[in-house]
């Protein structure tokens, strides 16, 4: 979706991802018509024309022959099978993402700020803002917790940039997990609302344009993180996101652990 602003510039206009957008995106990046594509999936050309459109759904058992043929990666594969409202197969042993109860975090805070852990309860699934957070946290992050949320924070306030020595590996792994969590179907109304008050951060658009889902992680393990306190010291922290029980609220811990030592 393009937009027009008041000089009648014209821009491109996040929405939530489809699987239809998806496969269109990447046989076109193959090169290959909707005949050709259609020969090598058994599908007609009108089939794959609606749902490229989101008009007409992949059966659930041809998913992994559409992986093949369009040669897509693990994590895209996952998307696409999220997109597609199904479940991808589990392999190896990955861990699953973490949920925790809803007294975890009165029950283990005081261990945790005793370790010097940074701790924040973001609300609408991680995205939103900060409800409750620790001194470590606010300190390690600046700014975050009076902040929108943690994207506004990283493209639109010059803290993160000072702060976050790889921002721009934080940033592209950080849009590629909203764009896989919007692919959930349950999700898509609260993600189109987010994507639509990113819209105006130019940074956020060119990293979301560029359909990267490299960072998106089964485990709630983020990558760790190279933080520069206000010292200079830069630390390496490793974080992990901690879901509360389903039934209890959409919020979601962020627990961040700093190394011993600096560097």
């Known amino acids: 979706m393009a937009v027009s602003n008041v000089w009648g510039e014209t821009r491109q206009q996040p929405v939530c991802p489809t699987a239809g957008d998806l496969i269109a995106y990447r046989r076109a990046e193959l090169g290959k018509t909707q005949a050709e594509l259609g020969m090598l999936l058994s599908l007609s050309p009108n089939y794959i024309s609606r749902i490229e459109r989101d008009q007409a759904q992949i059966a659930e058992d041809m998913l992994p022959l559409v992986c093949r043929v369009l040669t897509l990666d693990v ?4 998307h696409l099978y999220r997109l597609n409202g199904c479940r991808y197969p589990r392999t190896g042993t990955v861990e699953p993402e973490e949920f925790v109860g809803a007294g975890w975090l009165a029950d283990t ?13 973001f609300d609408r699934d991680g995205w939103g803002t900060v409800q409750a ?15 929108p949320g943690p994207l506004w924070w990283m493209f639109a306030s010059p803290v993160a940039g000072r702060v976050l020595e790889d921002w721009e ?5 950080t849009v590629a997990r909203l764009r896989h969590w919007a692919a959930h179907p349950d999700r898509r109304a609260e993600a189109q609302k987010i994507l639509d008050e990113l819209a105006e951060l130019h940074y956020f658009r060119a990293y979301w344009f560029r359909r990267d889902l490299s960072g998106i992680s089964r ?28 039934a209890d609220s959409d919020a979601y811990v962020v627990v961040a652990v700093p190394e011993v030592e600096a560097f």
């Open 75 to 78: 994590p895209t594969s996952r």
């Open 133 to 147: 957070s620790n001194q470590q946290f606010d300190a390690a992050f600046p700014g975050l917790a009076e902040s």
């Open 109 to 121: 805070v005081a261990n945790l700020t005793t370790s010097g852990a940074a701790i924040a309860v």
């Open 169 to 173: 590996q934080v940033a592209a792994g």
């Open 219 to 246: 485990s709630g393990r983020g990558a760790p993180l190279r933080v520069r306190d206000g010292a200079g010291q830069v630390r390496l922290w490793r974080t992990i996101r901690l879901r509360p029980t389903p």
